[in-house]
Nanobody
Framework: QVQLVESGGGLVQAGGSLRLTCVAS????????MAWFRQAPGKDREFVAN????????DYADAVKGRFTISRDNARNMVFLQMDSLESEDAAVYYC???????????????WGQGTQVTVSS
């Protein structure tokens, strides 16, 4: 198992930027597909982005494509989500997840962080 801790959330104005960080411990991130999900109040947890084991492939939800960028530093066991041009619809708790499949479904990820809150003011 790998333990994940997210940070970097906060309050930002619409149009602004935030960078989320996920720090892993217990296992090397090189063994995992890494992903970011988000969950707004009253909604299901939804896929945001993921990164293949060596970062050679990434996938993004249509809602964030062109605005968000996922990256990873396997040597430091860290994953990042750069969020630009934030919109009110992006407000949610953001979760880092680790799994074995390059997939979009939450059920395909076995390891989760506790989440970090992102609030966007208009």
């Amino acid at each position: 198992q790998v333990q994940l801790v997210e940070s970097g959330g906060g309050l930002v104005q619409a149009g602004g930027s935030l960078r989320l960080t996920c720090v892993a411990s217990g296992r090397t991130l090189r063994d995992y597909v890494m992903a970011w999900f988000r969950q707004a109040p009253g909604k299901d947890r939804e896929f945001v982005a993921n990164s293949h084991y060596l970062g050679t492939a990434t996938d993004y939800a249509d809602a964030v494509k062109g605005r968000f960028t996922i990256s990873r530093d396997n040597a430091r066991n860290m994953v990042f989500l750069q969020m630009d041009s934030l919109e009110s619809e992006d407000a949610a708790v953001y979760y880092c997840a680790a799994g074995r499949s390059f997939a979009r479904l939450p059920v395909q990820y076995d390891n989760w962080g506790q989440g970090t809150q992102v609030t966007v003011s208009s």
